[in-house]
Nanobody, 123 residues
Framework: QVQLVESGGGLVQPGGSLRLSCAASGSIFSTNVMGWYRQAPGKQRELVATITSGGTTNYADSVKGRFAISVDKAKNTVYLQMNSLKPEDKAVYLC?????????????????WGQGTQVTVTS
């Protein structure tokens, strides 16, 4: 299987910045899409940003121009640079990845979630 481990969350004042990282490990052959989602208390999980293996990015309207997603393919790590943070960005941020991994020399599709990292924006 493929495991995802996030890091980089924390407490920041409005207007501040944070950078989240998500490292994928396991017998990964390829990742097709990696992305970030978030879930605030009492709300549904929502897409924040995704990036494909070809570099195509997609952002939620609420974060366009403030957040940037990038990937280091050699490290199987996806990043989310968050600038101009607002109190409404407060949530648990979860990493997601889809792709192919090897098990007993055979390829299998996977979709994995990380455990989440808390982002709090408050003055």
């Amino acid at each position: 299987q493929v495991q995802l481990v996030e890091s980089g969350g924390g407490l920041v004042q409005p207007g501040g910045s944070l950078r989240l990282s998500c490292a994928a490990s396991g017998s990964i052959f390829s990742t097709n899409v990696m992305g970030w989602y978030r879930q605030a208390p009492g709300k549904q999980r929502e897409l924040v940003a995704t990036i494909t293996s070809g570099g195509t990015t997609n952002y939620a309207d609420s974060v366009k121009g403030r957040f940037a997603i990038s990937v280091d393919k050699a490290k199987n790590t996806v990043y989310l640079q968050m600038n101009s943070l607002k109190p409404e960005d407060k949530a648990v941020y979860l990493c997601n990845a889809e792709g192919t991994y090897y098990r007993s020399l055979f390829p299998y599709a996977f979709q994995s979630w990380g455990q989440g990292t808390q982002v709090t924006v408050t003055s």
